[in-house]
């Protein structure tokens, strides 16, 4: 699966920013995807998640009630939506997939996903 993502850019604290994933794969209805991010000097952490079939999702509790995350599977995309941003929100988002069988839980690990986009930048200045 090969991942692009894309959107980031420089937004005022207490704005909003939607980025976007394209996935290109015959199997996009078979992926639990996910959106990470990096820090500068910081570890890669999660962000959010969604399950294959879209019902099951799980946010990070620094942007839970901030960030969704959804999928269009008709276009074979991942998008996060954010907003209420703040500066510790800038990081490169890294969009994020695993070919799953149905019952699969839905990871939060890094581990847990076997194919990474190249990553977008989101700066978030006060």
């Known amino acids: 699966v090969q991942l692009q993502a894309s959107g980031g850019g420089l937004v005022q604290a207490g704005g909003s920013l939607r980025v976007s994933c394209a996935a290109s794969?015959?199997?996009?209805?078979?992926?639990?995807m996910a959106w990470f991010r990096q820090a500068p000097g910081k570890e890669r952490e999660f962000v959010a998640g969604?399950?294959?079939?879209?019902?099951?999702?799980y946010y990070a509790d620094s942007v839970k009630g901030r960030f969704t995350i959804s999928r269009d599977s008709d276009k074979k995309m991942l998008y996060l939506q954010m907003n209420s941003l703040k500066p510790e929100d800038t990081a490169v988002y890294y969009c994020?997939?695993?070919?799953?069988?149905?019952?699969?839980?839905?990871?939060?690990?890094?581990?847990?996903?076997?194919?990474w986009g190249q990553g977008t930048l989101v700066t978030v200045s006060s």
């Open positions: 994020a997939a695993k070919n799953v069988i149905l019952t699969a839980p839905l990871g939060t690990r890094r581990e847990d996903y076997a194919d």
């Open positions: 794969t015959f199997t996009f209805s078979r992926l639990n």
């Open positions: 969604i399950s294959r079939n879209g019902r099951n999702i």
